[in-house]
């Protein structure tokens, strides 16, 4: 018998005119509908609401020098919690809600093959 998924939940809507979070809280209501049907477990939620996956800001960089970069802790933590193994999966309602930037993509593409 295999172990156990424990998978985080990533909802983002980027922008949320009305305040008052009904799109991930859909987002969050089918992902947990499918981690349910799957028999998975939920680590932790992450929620991204009114926030962009493709708005660049620019930002100054350890070495002092300047990028363009998104912006978004919640992903952030999404590449962490997986790093540090605290979980092996991931359920989005759609690859859209977790990345347009593909630096965003080709940095979940490397935690996940690690």
């Known amino acids: 018998m295999s172990k ?7 909802v983002r809507i980027s922008d949320d005119r009305a305040g008052d979070a009904a799109g991930v809280g859909r987002q969050e209501k089918d992902a947990r509908a499918l981690a349910d049907r799957l028999g998975w477990q939920i680590g932790e939620v992450i929620i ?37 193994g605290q979980v092996d999966g991931l359920i989005a309602y759609d690859l859209d809600r977790v990345a347009r930037d593909p630096r965003d993509l080709e940095d979940l593409i490397d935690v996940v093959e690690q």
Do not use: C, W, Y
């Open 48 to 84: 991204e609401n009114d926030v962009s996956a493709f708005k660049r800001r620019t930002v100054t960089l350890p070495d002092g020098s300047t990028a363009l970069r998104v912006l978004r802790p919640g992903f952030r933590r999404l590449l962490e919690l997986l790093a540090l």
């Open 4 to 10: 156990p998924v424990r998978a985080a939940i990533l």
